[in-house]
C-alpha cells in the first residue's frame, strides 16, 4: 500500500482517538474541551506533513498513466539511459499524432 494513502486513511481515527483523549482528559478535570483546540491544530500539522513527506519520497506519476503503475509496466515504454537517467526508470511510450484537420480555422462558426 501507497504510504500516503495509509497516511491519508489514518487521519480519521487519529482525530476519533484525540477527541476521546480529550473527552477523557476533560472528565477528569484535567483540561477542558475549550481550551484543546491546539492539540487539534497540532494533529492536523504533524498529519499533513507526514503526508507530504511520504508524497515527496515517491516520484511524480507520468501524465496519461494509471495511479500505482509503474514505468516498468507501461507498454512500449524504453528506459531512459541516453538522457543519463536512472536505467530503472522507463520513458513513457510516444503519444499518437493529433488529427489536426478539424482545427484548420476555416468554417469555425458551422
Known sequence: MNRWLLIRRARGP???ILVGVTALLNQW???SFSRSWPLYLILAGVL???ERAAISGTPPPVPGQP???SLA???GSTPNVASGGDP???APAALPPVDDS???GENWRS
Do not use: D, E, W
Open 88 to 90: 530503472s526508470i522507463s
Open 48 to 50: 499533513l506533513l507526514a
Open 67 to 69: 495511479y500505482g503503475q
Open 73 to 75: 509496466n507501461v507498454p
Open 102 to 104: 478539424r482545427s484548420t
Open 14 to 16: 487519529a482525530f476519533l
Open 29 to 31: 478535570g484535567i483540561l
